[in-house]
Each structure stands twice: as structure tokens, then as C-alpha cells.
């Protein structure tokens, strides 16, 4: 005789101790292979999202701003986010933008697209295929330096590691009390965002909140 528990679903009772009283183990057992074969898939296709996160601010850390009528990529810019995707990494973007932009996110986004396109002065198009999430503020006070749009972008993480890259002091101490890794981007530094190559060790010593080491079993 089997003696399990009673079982709850979202709070609902499914089944009583007593349904399973007199169950064959053989049977249970059976049933407990068959669930695990079931969800296996799902399992795999689970740990394959599970990847660090590498945030960046939008104006004046991945493109110049200072003439919005000639907006470029800074110096290795493009070629640096593309070397996060080869290399497994998800890229997102933590920008702010006025709430005159639209009335909902859709809008704020093509107005934000918009503009970048008619200024846009560069050889290189400017990709936004390449990142996996956009976060924009709804409000003007939901900009950042605000906690909203560095808690939403945790939130997308899964559990992960996540860094944010910004030229603002301000921005980058907001994302460091909420655990994120952090790198001051600096126009005149050589190295403006961290080599691709010293970048795992980078984040695993510089995030401050528990993580799943599985997050990085898909980087290279």
C-alpha cells in the first residue's frame, strides 16, 4: 500500500490519501517514469534559455548622442554585441525616453525607433534584431535611475546573472544596489566595454545575488 499526502493544485484539492491506498508501487513507479519522460523536453528547452543577461544603456554607451542629427555606434560597439550573442549571451537594452513618446509600450517604441532612424548618420544600420528585450520607462517616473526598469529586467532574467553598462554614475550605483554586475562605460577608455574573453569571470565576481550555475553552461 501506498500512503501519499493529499494533492493540491493552485490551492484545489485533486485527489485524497485515501485514492491512493492499495496502488501497486510497480504501477506508481511506472507513472513517475512516464512524467519524467513527459517533461524532459521541456526541461532541456528550459536550461538552454538559462543564460547570463548583459544589459546596456542606449544613448551615449552603445551610440553617440551629442548630435542627434548625426547618431553613430561608438567605437566597436555593434561588433562587441554581436560577440554576446555568438558567444551565448542574452543583450537587452535599459534606455529612457520621455513619456511623450506614445501612450502605451508599442508606440513609445516606434517613436524611439523613429527617432534613432532619422538621425542615424553611421555605415552600419543600426540593429535592433540583435537584443533580446527593450525595456522603456511608461512614466516619467519610472526612469532610471528609479528601481522599476532594473527590477523588470531581473525579472526577465530567470535567476541568472545579469550586467548593465552605462555612462552615468548614477545609473550604474541604482543597478548595483539592486545585484547587478556593472561596468562605467568611459568614451576615452581603450577598453570601453569588458573583453569578451575576461567577461565570465567578470560577472560571476561582480553579481551580487545567488545564482544557477547552469546559467552559464551555454557560454562559450
Known amino acids: 500500500m501506498i500512503l501519499i499526502n493529499d494533492l493540491y493544485y493552485n490551492g484545489t484539492k485533486i485527489s485524497s490519501r485515501r485514492q491512493f491506498q492499495g496502488v501497486d508501487m510497480k504501477w506508481f513507479r511506472s507513472l513517475k517514469l512516464v512524467l519524467l519522460i513527459s517533461l524532459s523536453p521541456f526541461m532541456k528547452t528550459y536550461a538552454k534559455e538559462l543564460r547570463p543577461w548583459i544589459y546596456f544603456d542606449l544613448g551615449d554607451t552603445v551610440i553617440s548622442t551629442k548630435d542627434m542629427k548625426h547618431l553613430k555606434y561608438f567605437r566597436g560597439a555593434k561588433d562587441y554585441i554581436i560577440g554576446l550573442k ?62 522599476h526598469l532594473f527590477q523588470k529586467a531581473l525579472n526577465e532574467t530567470q535567476g541568472c546573472p545579469a550586467m548593465y553598462l552605462s555612462e552615468s554614475e548614477n545609473e550604474i550605483k541604482a543597478a548595483n544596489t539592486h545585484g547587478f554586475a556593472t561596468k562605467l562605460f568611459v568614451e576615452g577608455e581603450k577598453d570601453l566595454y569588458v573583453p569578451l574573453e575576461k567577461l565570465t569571470p567578470f560577472i560571476k565576481h561582480e553579481f551580487k545575488k545567488e545564482y544557477n550555475e547552469e546559467c552559464f553552461n551555454q557560454i562559450s
Open 86 to 147: 555568438d558567444k551565448g549571451y542574452k543583450v537587452g537594452l535599459i534606455t529612457n525616453i520621455p513619456e511623450t513618446f506614445g501612450s502605451d509600450y508599442q508606440e513609445k517604441f516606434e517613436t524611439l525607433k523613429k527617432v534613432i532612424h532619422d538621425g542615424w548618420d553611421d555605415s552600419e544600420n543600426f540593429d535592433w534584431e540583435v537584443f533580446d528585450a527593450v525595456f522603456l520607462p511608461l512614466k516619467n517616473n519610472e526612469m532610471k535611475p528609479a528601481s
